[in-house]
């Protein structure tokens, strides 16, 4: 069983940062490939980013390309995804997710999500 726990959202203005951590229970973190989803109000949850147990392959949605970043700290079972020129359209909750395979597939387990608000 793995428990992630996301944090860092809040309400920030149009073209701001913010740096999203969750943080993985269990001793196979740096065994699991990462990845971050989000929701906005009355849509589906969709992709954002994801990143292997290595790191060396990566993901991206193309809306978020060039603006958002995933990286990971195994020693600290940690995933990160800092999100630069932030838009009103990237309101929603972002959530974390793990897989239990090295490299991304249909996520496994889900983290409760954190809140972001992009105010124009």
Known sequence: QVQ??????GLVQAGDSLRLSCVASGRTFSMYAMGWF?????KER???????????SIEYVDFVKGRFTISRENAKNTVYLQMNSLKPEDTAVYYCAAVQTPYW????????????TVSS
Do not use: C, D
Not at 4 to 9: D, H, I, K, M, P
Not at 46 to 56: D, M, Q, T
């Open 4 to 9: 992630l726990v996301e944090s860092g959202g």
């Open 105 to 116: 597939g249909p996520p496994r387990y889900w983290g409760q999500g954190t809140q972001v």
């Open 38 to 42: 989000r929701q906005a109000p009355g």
């Open 46 to 56: 969709e992709f954002v980013a994801a990143i292997s147990w290595s790191g060396r």
